[in-house]
């Protein structure tokens, strides 16, 4: 399995631990999607008060890798719904992100 390198500004995330992914798989969403801002983190979790500092998986495996799946048709990074970027950023439309469609794949590149 190819983990893709992850970084994700999107703190308000339950699986943002410093900007790694507490899980082993994320999914990417948008499938229409000719630019970032159409696409979303569809694993986006709000981080609850009550898991406010809950920010592992139950095993302690937030990583710098992660396994991207992706319904980015349009993305020159999609290769059989997985991503094949070396490097993804995931970041947010706003400040906060409350829900999915407020997070984005910075990383998105339009197939040519």
Not at 6 to 27: E, G, T
Not at 35 to 44: A, I, L, V, W
Not at 91 to 103: A, D, F, I, L
């Amino acid at each position: 399995m190819t983990m893709n390198k992850l970084k994700c500004s999107v703190a308000s995330c339950r699986h943002n631990n410093n900007q790694m992914c507490s899980l082993q798989k994320i999914q990417v969403d948008g499938p229409a999607a000719m630019e970032s801002r159409e696409t979303c983190c569809g694993s986006y979790a709000e981080r609850t008060k009550s898991a406010s500092n809950d920010t592992s998986c139950g095993c302690g495996c937030a990583s710098e890798r992660t396994d991207i799946h992706c319904s980015v048709a349009h993305c020159a990074y999609n290769e059989n719904k997985k991503c094949s970027a070396e490097s993804v950023s995931v970041g947010g439309c706003c400040s906060n992100p409350s829900v999915v469609s407020e997070t984005e794949c910075c990383t998105f590149t339009p197939r040519a």
